[in-house]
Nanobody, 126 residues
Framework: QVQLVESGGGLVQAGGSLRLSCAAS????????MGWFRQAPGKEREFVAA??????????YYADSVKGRFTISRDNAKNTVYLQMNSLKPEDTAVYYC?????????????????WGQGTQVTVSS
């Protein structure tokens, strides 16, 4: 049974930083895609960033709204993916979810992912 556990959310002032973690358990993933999505109150869940990997490559993807501010990375030994968020803005406030899926699918779509974490709240004050 695959489980994803997010951590690292919290309250931060605009311009500050947070690092989210998503730890995967249940099996080892030689190739996969892991994405971060966020959902603000009254809005649809939206793509933030994703990382895909196999034995021979690692690719990263970002939404335009976070490009240059957020960085997604992976620690293979810990089966953990991170989202480093810098220069945070009030509009980044949302519940952030990590998700795991196959690396051949469209990473920006929620339908591409088979497993989801419980979410972690990020609040950016102005």
């Amino acid at each position: 049974q695959v489980q994803l556990v997010e951590s690292g959310g919290g309250l931060v002032q605009a311009g500050g930083s947070l690092r989210l973690s998503c730890a995967a358990s249940g099996r080892t993933f030689r190739s996969a895609a892991m994405g971060w999505f966020r959902q603000a109150p009254g809005k649809e869940r939206e793509f933030v960033a994703a990382i895909t990997w196999s034995i021979s490559y690692t690719y990263t993807y970002y939404a335009d709204s976070v490009k240059g501010r957020f960085t997604i990375s992976r620690d293979n030994a810990k089966n953990t993916v991170y989202l480093q968020m810098n220069s945070l803005k009030p509009e980044d406030t949302a519940v952030y979810y990590c998700a795991l899926g196959d690396n051949t699918r469209v990473v920006q779509s929620t339908r591409s992912y088979d497993y989801w974490g419980q979410g972690t709240q990020v609040t950016v004050s102005s």
